[in-house]
Protein backbone atom coordinates (compact mmCIF):
# COMPACT_ATOMS: atom_id res chain seq x y z
CA UNK A 1 0.00 0.00 0.00
CA UNK A 2 1.43 3.46 -1.09
CA UNK A 3 0.08 6.26 1.35
CA UNK A 4 0.38 10.10 0.76
CA UNK A 5 -0.63 12.37 3.28
CA UNK A 6 -0.41 16.06 3.30
CA UNK A 7 -2.04 19.33 1.57
CA UNK A 8 -1.16 17.88 -1.93
CA UNK A 9 -1.87 14.40 -1.83
CA UNK A 10 -4.72 14.26 -4.32
CA UNK A 11 -2.58 16.42 -6.81
CA UNK A 12 0.25 14.56 -6.19
CA UNK A 13 -1.17 11.08 -7.33
CA UNK A 14 -4.24 12.00 -9.70
CA UNK A 15 -2.31 11.97 -12.67
CA UNK A 16 -1.28 8.13 -12.16
CA UNK A 17 -4.62 7.18 -11.68
CA UNK A 18 -7.52 6.65 -14.54
CA UNK A 19 -10.85 5.74 -12.72
CA UNK A 20 -15.06 6.86 -13.47
CA UNK A 21 -14.78 9.95 -11.89
CA UNK A 22 -11.16 12.18 -11.06
CA UNK A 23 -9.76 11.36 -8.29
CA UNK A 24 -10.42 15.14 -6.75
CA UNK A 25 -14.11 14.16 -6.90
CA UNK A 26 -13.84 10.97 -4.99
CA UNK A 27 -15.73 10.77 -1.77
CA UNK A 28 -13.93 10.32 1.35
CA UNK A 29 -13.57 6.98 3.00
CA UNK A 30 -14.42 5.08 0.40
CA UNK A 31 -12.80 2.37 -1.98
CA UNK A 32 -12.78 2.73 -5.41
CA UNK A 33 -11.01 0.67 -8.52
CA UNK A 34 -8.51 2.48 -10.29
CA UNK A 35 -6.01 1.92 -13.09
CA UNK A 36 -2.39 3.05 -12.12
CA UNK A 37 -1.12 4.43 -15.10
CA UNK A 38 3.22 5.61 -16.60
CA UNK A 39 1.57 9.58 -16.50
CA UNK A 40 4.33 10.23 -19.76
CA UNK A 41 3.51 7.30 -21.89
CA UNK A 42 -0.29 6.55 -20.32
CA UNK A 43 0.60 3.16 -20.47
CA UNK A 44 -1.34 0.93 -17.34
CA UNK A 45 0.93 -0.85 -15.05
CA UNK A 46 -1.72 -1.85 -12.37
CA UNK A 47 -5.30 -2.33 -11.52
CA UNK A 48 -5.27 -1.03 -7.90
CA UNK A 49 -7.92 0.11 -5.24
CA UNK A 50 -7.61 3.77 -3.96
CA UNK A 51 -9.11 5.96 -1.26
CA UNK A 52 -9.21 9.11 -0.26
CA UNK A 53 -9.87 10.37 3.24
CA UNK A 54 -9.98 14.27 3.29
CA UNK A 55 -8.44 16.42 6.39
CA UNK A 56 -9.58 16.42 9.19
CA UNK A 57 -10.77 12.67 9.17
CA UNK A 58 -7.55 10.49 8.54
CA UNK A 59 -4.97 9.45 10.14
CA UNK A 60 -2.70 12.10 10.03
CA UNK A 61 -5.16 14.54 10.12
CA UNK A 62 -4.18 15.61 6.43
CA UNK A 63 -5.55 14.58 3.19
CA UNK A 64 -4.84 10.83 2.52
CA UNK A 65 -4.89 9.09 -0.46
CA UNK A 66 -4.05 5.47 -0.33
CA UNK A 67 -3.79 3.42 -3.17
CA UNK A 68 -3.42 -0.70 -2.88
CA UNK A 69 -1.00 -2.54 -5.61
CA UNK A 70 -0.43 -6.09 -6.29
CA UNK A 71 2.82 -5.51 -4.26
CA UNK A 72 5.68 -6.23 -6.08
CA UNK A 73 8.50 -4.16 -4.88
CA UNK A 74 9.80 -2.98 -8.37
CA UNK A 75 6.05 -1.92 -8.67
CA UNK A 76 5.52 -0.06 -5.78
CA UNK A 77 9.45 1.83 -6.43
CA UNK A 78 7.73 2.99 -9.56
CA UNK A 79 4.47 4.15 -8.57
CA UNK A 80 6.73 5.85 -5.38
CA UNK A 81 8.79 7.59 -7.71
CA UNK A 82 6.22 8.69 -10.03
CA UNK A 83 3.83 10.10 -7.30
CA UNK A 84 7.53 11.68 -5.77
CA UNK A 85 8.09 13.24 -9.53
CA UNK A 86 4.75 14.64 -9.53
CA UNK A 87 5.72 16.53 -6.42
CA UNK A 88 5.52 14.58 -3.07
CA UNK A 89 8.63 13.30 -0.95
CA UNK A 90 9.56 10.06 0.62
CA UNK A 91 8.21 10.14 4.12
CA UNK A 92 10.56 9.71 7.21
CA UNK A 93 10.61 7.00 9.88
CA UNK A 94 7.22 7.23 11.74
CA UNK A 95 6.56 10.88 10.03
CA UNK A 96 2.77 9.72 9.23
CA UNK A 97 2.41 8.69 12.86
CA UNK A 98 4.34 12.43 14.17
CA UNK A 99 1.72 14.33 11.90
CA UNK A 100 -1.34 12.42 13.65
CA UNK A 101 0.27 13.63 17.12
CA UNK A 102 1.26 17.06 15.70
CA UNK A 103 -2.32 17.44 14.29
CA UNK A 104 -3.75 16.64 17.67
CA UNK A 105 -5.37 13.03 16.03
CA UNK A 106 -3.22 10.74 19.06
CA UNK A 107 -1.53 11.99 22.10
CA UNK A 108 2.03 10.70 22.39
CA UNK A 109 1.93 7.81 24.75
CA UNK A 110 -0.78 6.70 21.91
CA UNK A 111 2.22 7.17 19.32
CA UNK A 112 4.25 5.19 20.89
CA UNK A 113 1.43 2.21 21.83
CA UNK A 114 1.71 2.35 17.64
CA UNK A 115 5.64 1.46 17.56
CA UNK A 116 4.79 -1.14 20.72
CA UNK A 117 2.04 -2.75 18.35
CA UNK A 118 3.87 -3.00 15.50
CA UNK A 119 6.90 -4.91 17.41
CA UNK A 120 4.27 -7.39 19.50
CA UNK A 121 5.88 -10.71 18.70
CA UNK A 122 2.58 -12.44 20.68
CA UNK A 123 -1.27 -12.37 20.48
CA UNK A 124 -0.79 -11.22 24.26
CA UNK A 125 1.75 -8.11 23.33
CA UNK A 126 -1.21 -7.18 20.78
CA UNK A 127 -3.38 -7.23 22.88
CA UNK A 128 -2.13 -4.68 25.98
CA UNK A 129 -0.87 -2.18 22.72
CA UNK A 130 -3.78 -2.44 21.26
CA UNK A 131 -5.29 -1.36 24.65
CA UNK A 132 -2.83 1.36 25.07
CA UNK A 133 -3.37 3.04 21.14
CA UNK A 134 -7.22 2.66 22.40
CA UNK A 135 -5.92 5.46 25.14
CA UNK A 136 -5.89 2.54 28.15
CA UNK A 137 -2.63 5.06 29.69
CA UNK A 138 -3.92 8.41 28.05
CA UNK A 139 -6.94 8.28 29.72
CA UNK A 140 -5.63 7.51 32.93
CA UNK A 141 -2.92 9.89 32.58
CA UNK A 142 -5.12 12.84 31.22
CA UNK A 143 -7.58 12.22 34.49
CA UNK A 144 -4.52 12.26 36.72
CA UNK A 145 -3.33 15.46 35.31
CA UNK A 146 -7.02 17.38 35.69
CA UNK A 147 -7.14 15.90 39.26
CA UNK A 148 -3.59 17.53 40.04
CA UNK A 149 -4.66 20.91 38.41
CA UNK A 150 -6.95 21.37 40.74
CA UNK A 151 -4.81 20.26 43.56
CA UNK A 152 -2.37 23.29 42.55
CA UNK A 153 -4.96 25.78 41.62
CA UNK A 154 -6.63 25.13 45.14
CA UNK A 155 -3.24 25.96 46.72
CA UNK A 156 -2.44 28.68 45.13
CA UNK A 157 -5.46 29.56 46.00
CA UNK A 158 -4.97 28.85 49.57
CA UNK A 159 -0.95 30.60 49.84
CA UNK A 160 -2.86 34.30 47.82
CA UNK A 161 -5.79 35.00 50.35
CA UNK A 162 -4.41 33.02 53.48
CA UNK A 163 -6.69 34.75 55.78
CA UNK A 164 -9.79 33.73 53.94
CA UNK A 165 -9.59 29.92 54.32
CA UNK A 166 -10.56 29.61 50.58
CA UNK A 167 -9.03 26.91 48.69
CA UNK A 168 -7.70 23.87 49.16
CA UNK A 169 -7.71 22.60 52.84
CA UNK A 170 -3.93 21.06 53.25
CA UNK A 171 -5.65 18.31 54.41
CA UNK A 172 -7.06 17.34 52.00
CA UNK A 173 -4.49 18.31 49.29
CA UNK A 174 -2.50 15.87 51.23
CA UNK A 175 -4.97 12.99 50.74
CA UNK A 176 -5.43 13.55 47.19
CA UNK A 177 -1.59 13.64 46.45
CA UNK A 178 -1.75 10.48 48.21
CA UNK A 179 -4.15 8.97 45.99
CA UNK A 180 -2.69 9.98 42.76
CA UNK A 181 0.92 8.42 43.51
CA UNK A 182 -0.52 5.16 44.66
CA UNK A 183 -2.61 5.29 40.85
CA UNK A 184 0.91 5.99 39.53
CA UNK A 185 2.30 2.83 41.49
CA UNK A 186 0.18 0.93 40.16
CA UNK A 187 0.71 2.18 36.24
CA UNK A 188 4.44 1.34 37.19
CA UNK A 189 4.27 -2.11 38.74
CA UNK A 190 1.58 -2.79 35.72
CA UNK A 191 3.84 -1.45 32.59
CA UNK A 192 6.51 -3.11 34.41
CA UNK A 193 4.92 -6.48 33.75
CA UNK A 194 3.84 -5.33 30.13
CA UNK A 195 7.46 -4.59 28.91
CA UNK A 196 8.12 -8.43 30.00
CA UNK A 197 4.44 -9.38 27.85
CA UNK A 198 6.27 -6.56 25.40
CA UNK A 199 10.11 -7.76 25.47
CA UNK A 200 9.73 -11.27 26.44
CA UNK A 201 12.84 -13.52 28.46
CA UNK A 202 15.58 -15.14 28.05
CA UNK A 203 16.58 -18.09 29.49
CA UNK A 204 19.79 -19.67 29.31
CA UNK A 205 20.25 -23.83 29.54
CA UNK A 206 23.37 -24.44 30.66
CA UNK A 207 25.58 -27.55 32.53
CA UNK A 208 28.32 -29.63 32.18
CA UNK A 209 29.38 -31.08 28.35
CA UNK A 210 27.60 -33.98 27.30
CA UNK A 211 24.34 -33.48 29.55
CA UNK A 212 21.84 -33.15 26.92
CA UNK A 213 21.40 -29.16 26.69
CA UNK A 214 21.28 -28.82 22.75
CA UNK A 215 18.53 -31.99 22.73
CA UNK A 216 16.46 -30.37 25.17
CA UNK A 217 17.15 -26.85 23.45
CA UNK A 218 15.86 -28.79 20.01
CA UNK A 219 12.91 -30.60 22.81
CA UNK A 220 11.61 -27.59 23.67
CA UNK A 221 11.60 -25.91 20.43
CA UNK A 222 9.72 -29.06 18.59
CA UNK A 223 12.30 -28.62 15.70
CA UNK A 224 16.42 -29.91 15.46
CA UNK A 225 17.85 -26.76 15.88
CA UNK A 226 21.34 -27.28 17.47
CA UNK A 227 24.01 -30.09 16.46
CA UNK A 228 23.92 -33.05 18.80
CA UNK A 229 26.26 -35.69 19.71
CA UNK A 230 28.02 -38.03 22.18
CA UNK A 231 31.15 -36.13 21.99
CA UNK A 232 31.80 -34.03 24.47
CA UNK A 233 31.88 -29.92 23.71
CA UNK A 234 29.73 -30.50 20.88
CA UNK A 235 28.78 -26.89 21.21
CA UNK A 236 30.91 -24.06 21.17
CA UNK A 237 28.74 -20.49 19.86
CA UNK A 238 25.25 -20.35 21.29
CA UNK A 239 22.30 -21.33 19.67
CA UNK A 240 19.32 -19.94 19.92
CA UNK A 241 15.83 -20.25 19.05
CA UNK A 242 12.17 -18.37 20.72
CA UNK A 243 9.12 -20.00 21.86
CA UNK A 244 6.23 -18.00 23.08
CA UNK A 245 4.78 -19.16 26.61
CA UNK A 246 1.81 -17.83 28.17
CA UNK A 247 2.42 -15.37 25.23
CA UNK A 248 5.51 -14.37 26.61
CA UNK A 249 8.42 -14.74 24.02
CA UNK A 250 11.22 -16.41 25.40
CA UNK A 251 14.28 -16.56 23.69
CA UNK A 252 16.57 -19.86 24.88
CA UNK A 253 20.06 -19.82 24.70
CA UNK A 254 21.75 -23.08 23.93
CA UNK A 255 25.24 -22.93 25.70
CA UNK A 256 28.77 -24.52 25.74
CA UNK A 257 29.27 -26.95 28.35
CA UNK A 258 31.32 -25.93 31.76
CA UNK A 259 34.24 -27.28 32.61
CA UNK A 260 37.71 -27.66 32.34
CA UNK A 261 38.59 -26.32 28.96
CA UNK A 262 40.94 -28.58 26.98
CA UNK A 263 41.72 -26.26 23.69
CA UNK A 264 41.05 -22.19 23.48
CA UNK A 265 38.04 -22.51 20.96
CA UNK A 266 36.60 -24.28 24.65
CA UNK A 267 37.84 -21.87 26.36
CA UNK A 268 35.92 -19.30 24.72
CA UNK A 269 32.69 -21.35 24.20
CA UNK A 270 32.73 -21.17 28.01
CA UNK A 271 33.30 -17.34 28.44
CA UNK A 272 30.40 -17.19 26.04
CA UNK A 273 28.25 -19.59 28.06
CA UNK A 274 29.20 -17.57 31.12
CA UNK A 275 28.45 -14.07 28.86
CA UNK A 276 24.65 -15.97 27.66
CA UNK A 277 24.21 -16.79 31.45
CA UNK A 278 24.60 -13.55 32.69
CA UNK A 279 22.10 -11.79 30.02
CA UNK A 280 19.74 -14.73 31.03
CA UNK A 281 16.58 -13.72 33.38
CA UNK A 282 16.52 -17.69 34.18
CA UNK A 283 19.05 -20.77 33.60
CA UNK A 284 17.76 -24.26 32.95
CA UNK A 285 20.68 -26.24 34.37
CA UNK A 286 20.88 -29.51 33.05
CA UNK A 287 22.77 -32.49 34.22
CA UNK A 288 22.79 -35.77 33.10
CA UNK A 289 19.98 -37.45 35.53
CA UNK A 290 22.41 -41.06 34.83
CA UNK A 291 25.57 -39.55 36.79
CA UNK A 292 26.78 -37.97 39.13
CA UNK A 293 25.48 -35.00 39.59
CA UNK A 294 27.77 -31.69 38.54
CA UNK A 295 28.64 -30.42 41.57
CA UNK A 296 30.62 -27.13 40.31
CA UNK A 297 27.64 -25.64 37.48
CA UNK A 298 25.25 -26.29 40.68
CA UNK A 299 27.50 -23.54 42.85
CA UNK A 300 27.95 -21.30 40.10
CA UNK A 301 24.06 -20.91 39.91
CA UNK A 302 22.68 -21.46 43.18
CA UNK A 303 22.00 -17.56 43.71
CA UNK A 304 20.15 -17.04 40.37
CA UNK A 305 16.73 -17.71 39.08
CA UNK A 306 17.19 -21.56 37.70
CA UNK A 307 15.17 -24.57 37.16
CA UNK A 308 17.69 -27.64 37.95
CA UNK A 309 16.63 -30.33 35.16
CA UNK A 310 17.98 -34.32 35.34
CA UNK A 311 18.10 -34.65 31.49
CA UNK A 312 18.21 -38.63 30.03
CA UNK A 313 15.79 -39.40 32.47
CA UNK A 314 14.67 -42.80 30.41
CA UNK A 315 18.29 -43.75 31.25
CA UNK A 316 18.57 -45.30 35.35
CA UNK A 317 18.96 -42.20 37.58
CA UNK A 318 21.81 -42.00 39.52
CA UNK A 319 20.82 -42.11 43.00
CA UNK A 320 22.14 -38.88 44.05
CA UNK A 321 21.31 -36.73 40.85
CA UNK A 322 17.85 -37.85 41.87
CA UNK A 323 17.77 -36.91 45.01
CA UNK A 324 18.55 -33.39 44.03
CA UNK A 325 15.52 -31.04 45.61
CA UNK A 326 13.15 -29.41 43.06
CA UNK A 327 14.43 -30.51 39.97
CA UNK A 328 12.66 -31.40 37.05
CA UNK A 329 12.83 -34.84 35.44
CA UNK A 330 12.98 -34.79 31.48
CA UNK A 331 14.21 -37.22 28.35
CA UNK A 332 14.95 -35.78 24.71
CA UNK A 333 15.01 -38.81 23.45
CA UNK A 334 11.46 -40.17 24.66
CA UNK A 335 9.72 -36.49 25.39
CA UNK A 336 8.29 -37.56 29.05
CA UNK A 337 9.18 -35.15 31.43
CA UNK A 338 9.14 -32.41 28.41
CA UNK A 339 5.89 -31.18 29.04
CA UNK A 340 6.30 -30.94 32.45
CA UNK A 341 9.14 -28.77 31.98
CA UNK A 342 7.49 -26.34 29.68
CA UNK A 343 4.99 -25.92 32.14
CA UNK A 344 7.68 -24.69 35.03
CA UNK A 345 8.71 -22.43 32.23
CA UNK A 346 5.25 -21.06 31.57
CA UNK A 347 5.12 -20.54 35.53
CA UNK A 348 8.26 -18.72 35.84
CA UNK A 349 7.27 -16.73 33.05
CA UNK A 350 3.64 -15.78 34.07
CA UNK A 351 4.95 -14.94 37.23
CA UNK A 352 7.40 -12.05 35.80
CA UNK A 353 4.94 -11.21 33.04
CA UNK A 354 1.94 -10.20 35.18
CA UNK A 355 1.37 -10.66 38.96
CA UNK A 356 -2.62 -10.42 38.63
CA UNK A 357 -3.42 -11.12 34.93
CA UNK A 358 -3.59 -8.71 32.36
CA UNK A 359 -6.67 -6.86 33.59
CA UNK A 360 -6.26 -3.19 33.52
CA UNK A 361 -2.29 -3.97 32.08
CA UNK A 362 -0.15 -1.93 30.60
CA UNK A 363 2.18 -1.71 28.22
CA UNK A 364 4.68 1.59 27.92
CA UNK A 365 7.60 3.02 26.58
CA UNK A 366 11.09 3.06 28.62
CA UNK A 367 10.72 7.26 28.02
CA UNK A 368 6.57 6.37 29.94
CA UNK A 369 8.10 4.48 32.60
CA UNK A 370 11.21 6.50 33.28
CA UNK A 371 8.09 9.31 33.10
CA UNK A 372 5.89 7.61 35.68
CA UNK A 373 9.17 7.21 37.98
CA UNK A 374 9.96 11.05 37.90
CA UNK A 375 5.95 11.65 38.64
CA UNK A 376 6.04 9.19 41.60
CA UNK A 377 9.17 10.57 43.08
CA UNK A 378 7.98 14.56 42.54
CA UNK A 379 4.44 13.08 44.48
CA UNK A 380 6.79 11.48 47.29
CA UNK A 381 8.72 14.88 47.68
CA UNK A 382 5.27 16.57 47.48
CA UNK A 383 3.75 14.77 49.90
CA UNK A 384 6.57 15.35 52.58
CA UNK A 385 6.36 18.84 51.64
CA UNK A 386 2.94 19.30 52.31
CA UNK A 387 3.21 17.62 55.33
CA UNK A 388 6.24 20.27 57.27
CA UNK A 389 7.45 22.62 54.55
CA UNK A 390 6.12 25.52 52.94
CA UNK A 391 3.69 25.30 51.12
CA UNK A 392 5.37 27.36 48.00
CA UNK A 393 7.78 23.99 48.18
CA UNK A 394 4.92 21.83 48.03
CA UNK A 395 4.16 23.78 45.04
CA UNK A 396 7.36 22.99 43.27
CA UNK A 397 7.04 19.77 43.49
CA UNK A 398 3.22 19.78 42.49
CA UNK A 399 4.23 21.40 38.97
CA UNK A 400 7.45 19.01 38.64
CA UNK A 401 4.85 16.38 38.64
CA UNK A 402 2.30 18.25 36.20
CA UNK A 403 5.20 18.63 34.12
CA UNK A 404 6.14 14.77 34.01
CA UNK A 405 2.37 13.70 33.74
CA UNK A 406 2.17 16.27 30.82
CA UNK A 407 5.40 14.62 28.98
CA UNK A 408 3.84 11.61 28.89
CA UNK A 409 0.93 12.90 26.92
CA UNK A 410 3.39 14.39 24.78
CA UNK A 411 2.55 18.26 25.72
CA UNK A 412 5.42 20.71 25.94
CA UNK A 413 7.88 18.23 24.59
CA UNK A 414 10.67 19.38 22.36
CA UNK A 415 12.02 18.44 18.96
CA UNK A 416 14.67 16.48 20.13
CA UNK A 417 12.28 14.02 21.93
CA UNK A 418 10.31 13.69 19.19
CA UNK A 419 13.03 12.77 16.83
CA UNK A 420 14.22 10.42 19.21
CA UNK A 421 10.64 8.72 19.58
CA UNK A 422 9.69 8.75 15.81
CA UNK A 423 13.20 7.39 14.51
CA UNK A 424 12.52 4.11 16.52
CA UNK A 425 9.60 3.68 13.67
CA UNK A 426 9.70 1.93 10.30
CA UNK A 427 8.73 3.71 7.39
CA UNK A 428 5.49 4.10 6.08
CA UNK A 429 3.81 4.15 10.09
N1 LIG B 1 19.33 -41.56 26.46
C1 LIG B 1 19.34 -40.26 26.26
N2 LIG B 1 20.38 -39.68 25.65
C2 LIG B 1 20.37 -38.35 25.45
C3 LIG B 1 19.29 -37.55 25.88
N3 LIG B 1 19.58 -36.26 25.58
C4 LIG B 1 20.76 -36.28 24.97
N4 LIG B 1 21.26 -37.53 24.89
C5 LIG B 1 22.53 -37.93 24.30
O1 LIG B 1 23.58 -37.33 25.03
C6 LIG B 1 24.62 -36.92 24.16
C7 LIG B 1 24.93 -35.44 24.35
O2 LIG B 1 23.77 -34.71 23.96
P1 LIG B 1 23.85 -33.16 23.61
O3 LIG B 1 22.45 -32.70 23.52
O4 LIG B 1 24.72 -32.91 22.46
O5 LIG B 1 24.51 -32.64 24.94
P2 LIG B 1 25.09 -31.16 25.25
O6 LIG B 1 24.86 -30.92 26.69
O7 LIG B 1 24.53 -30.17 24.31
O8 LIG B 1 26.63 -31.39 25.00
P3 LIG B 1 27.77 -30.28 24.68
O9 LIG B 1 27.27 -29.40 23.60
O10 LIG B 1 28.89 -31.12 24.23
O11 LIG B 1 28.05 -29.60 25.95
C8 LIG B 1 24.15 -37.28 22.76
O12 LIG B 1 24.72 -38.54 22.41
C9 LIG B 1 22.65 -37.39 22.89
O13 LIG B 1 22.09 -38.30 21.96
C10 LIG B 1 18.20 -38.18 26.53
O14 LIG B 1 17.21 -37.56 26.94
N5 LIG B 1 18.27 -39.53 26.69
MG1 LIG C 1 25.42 -28.95 23.03
Known amino acids: MIRVSGPEAVAAVAPLLR ?51 HGSPALLRMVTRWIVAGGARLAAPGEFTRRAFLNGRLDLAQAEAVALLIGARTDRAVALAARALAGGLSDQV ?27 DVGVARATVARLRADVERWLASARHGRVVHDGLTAALVGPPNAGKSSLLNALLGRDRAIVSPVPGTTRDIVEGTIALAGVPLRLLDTA ?52 VRA ?67 FAAGDAALGDAPLEAALVDLKDALTCAGSILGVDVGDAVLNHIFSTFCLGK
Open 19 to 69: SSIPLAEFPSHTLRRVAVVDAKSGERVDEALCAVMRAPRSYTGEDVVELSC
Open 142 to 168: QALRDALVDVIAGLEVALDFPEERVGH
Open 257 to 308: GIDVPRDGIEAEGIRRSRRAMEESDLLLVVLDGSISPARRVLEETAHRARIV
Open 312 to 378: KSDLTAHPETAALADAVAASAVSGGGVEALLDRLTQEVERRASAAGDEGGIVASLRQIELLESLSRA
